[in-house]
Structure formats: structure tokens, C-alpha cells
């Protein structure tokens, strides 16, 4: 199948609209829309498993990325059997409502950002490329799928929210030793490891080269223990708040208590002036941006 063209992915609203009911009011819900559909199969029996039917019956409006039959097929064999077994109900809700988005985001509004939020709690990212509109790297099949409470967008692959930490993420992405060894030293590791939901702005190794010699052997000291604290809790707020949310804050409370500030710089966003290099990096309990400088308390 060929990847929609922004128009006619835009315009696929539209259409359904065209050879649908009249009204909203006429439509059938989200959970019987799919139902009704015939290529959801596993989709409508994973909902009813997760207890999930009358949240996704509910007013909302909703919207949902449903992967179709064939994207489930893709999954490792078994996953899908293991998945509904009452013992794992609590990762399948999980994963269902990490396809979900509170309010009703349509074709034309979809290509137009760059993620949202979920009703899991982690970020979705989308991307308008060549063409084609994808969702965390999933294919939109077809867009705007409208039923009474919300719009469902079909995509060819079952998303699946990151099962590891902002510690583990952070151990796993090889550029951030240097502040995983001050979590450590400061006593912070095991509470970002095991709290939140948190978002970190991640210093790399390469930002805490940029302060004067001696620093960082400094801080980790023992007895600059609560110095140390104090410059990483500047570096976490509470909650979890991606590039979109902070955008449109402009600032947030840290857990030290200092204010940090959030801005436009070089075509990106800036946190206390350090550049975000790389924004909304999903973890199980919390969201990481990489900035380029260490944040210090005034």
C-alpha cells in the first residue's frame, strides 16, 4: 500500500464525512466503530481484556492510532496470548491507552504537531515525511475515521510504551556517564529510578566537560553531597512535561525550587539558556530532554 499524501491524508476527513452519517450524533461510538469495521479483531478483544470498553465508550472525545489485525500478527508469536492473561492485565492497559490521545485530533491537526500526550502518560511523536504521516515510526493507513465520541486514525504497527526508567534510558544512551555518576554520589538514582513521574534535563558528558577543571571531581566529593543534590534537583521537575507543554508554560518549578525558564533559541527550545538537543525521550516514569549545558542555581 502506498503512503497517503499530506492532502489526501488531510482530506480523508473530509471524505468520510461525504459517505458517512450526517451526524455526529448518528455515528456509532469508537469501540463499536471499530468493532464494526472488520480489521480490528484483536484490537476490540485486547480492549475488552483491559477492562477498557466504556472509558473508550465514554463522551471524550478521544482519539485513537488502532492498529489493525495484521499489526498485532507482527508481534513476536505469543505476545498477543500472553498479553490477555489476566495476570497481565495492568501492561495491556498500559499499552492500549499509549494508542490514545484525550480531545480529537484530526488528519489536518495531526500533521500540523509534533506530538501529544497520552492517556498512558508517555509521549507520542508524529512526522510528516515524503508524504507519508507516521505515529513513534508507525504508517497512517487511513486518517479520520470519525465516530460520535472522537476520531480513530489507522496505523500498521502496535505502538508499545518504553518499558525502562529515565535511569536505565539514560544508562542505555552512552552519553550521559557523568551524570548517572553524580545521581549516585548525591543519592538521587535510586528516587529517579523508582519515583516520579519526573522530566529530566540531561546534561551530557560533553556539557559537563564545559565547566572549569576540578568541578566535577569536586561535587562528588562526599562532603559536597548536598551541593551536588541541589545542582541535579535544578535539572527535574515534577510531572511529566514534553517540548509542547513547556513551549507553552514558558516555565516550570524545579525540585531544587529555582524557576526554570523555557525559551526559543536556534530554531529549537532552551531551558535556562542551555540548548535542548534532543527533546521528549519517553521513559516508564518520566520524559528526558538533552541539553548541552549544566544548569546551575543562581
Known amino acids: 500500500m502506498h503512503a497517503p499524501s499530506l492532502i489526501s491524508f488531510a482530506l480523508l476527513g473530509s471524505m ?14 469508537i ?10 479483531t484483536t484490537l476490540v478483544t485486547a480492549v475488552k481484556a483491559a477492562g477498557l470498553v466504556d472509558a473508550l465508550k465514554a463522551d471524550g472525545p478521544l482519539t485513537v492510532f488502532a492498529p489493525t489485525d495484521e499489526a498485532f500478527a507482527k508481534l513476536p508469536r505469543g505476545t498477543v496470548e500472553e498479553l490477555l492473561k489476566p495476570e497481565n492485565k495492568a501492561k495491556l492497559v498500559a499499552i492500549l491507552t499509549y494508542h490514545v490521545v484525550p480531545g480529537k485530533l484530526d488528519a489536518a491537526m ?12 508517555e509521549r507520542l511523536a508524529f512526522k ?18 470519525m465516530a460520535s465520541n472522537g476520531v480513530i486514525h489507522v496505523i500498521d504497527q502496535v505502538l508499545m510504551p518504553s518499558d525502562e526508567n529515565v535511569v536505565e534510558v539514560a544508562a542505555a544512551a552512552g552519553q550521559f556517564a557523568t551524570l548517572l555518576a553524580a545521581a549516585k554520589a548525591a543519592g538521587l538514582a535510586e528516587t ?20 572549569p577543571a576540578g568541578t566535577v571531581e569536586g561535587l562528588l566529593k562526599p562532603e559536597n553531597k548536598e ?41 529549537g527550545l532552551a531551558v535556562n539558556g542551555a ?18 549545558t549544566v544548569l546551575l542555581p543562581r
Open 110 to 121: 495531526v500533521t500540523k504537531q509534533t506530538g501529544a500526550m497520552t492517556l498512558q502518560g
Open 31 to 40: 469501540v463499536d466503530t471499530a468493532a464494526g469495521a472488520g480489521n480490528f
Open 275 to 292: 540548548q535542548i538537543i534532543t527533546a521528549d525521550v519517553n521513559a516508564s516514569n518520566g520524559i528526558i530532554h538533552v541539553i548541552d
Open 227 to 267: 551541593k551536588l543534590a541541589g545542582i541535579l534537583k535544578l535539572h527535574v521537575v515534577a510531572g511529566r512535561v514534553d517540548s509542547t507543554g513547556a513551549a507553552a508554560a514558558k516555565s516550570a518549578k524545579s525540585l531544587q525550587g529555582g524557576t526554570l525558564a523555557f525559551t526559543a533559541k536556534d530554531g
Open 192 to 211: 529517579l529510578s523508582d519515583g516520579g513521574p519526573f522530566t529530566v534535563f540531561a546534561p551530557t558528558d560533553a556539557a559537563f566537560a564545559k565547566l
Open 16 to 29: 468520510a464525512l461525504l459517505s458517512g452519517p450526517a451526524s455526529a450524533q448518528e455515528r456509532k461510538d
Open 128 to 145: 510528516a515525511d515524503g508524504g507519508a504521516v507516521s505515529v513513534n515510526g508507525a504508517l497512517v493507513l487511513t486518517a479520520d475515521v
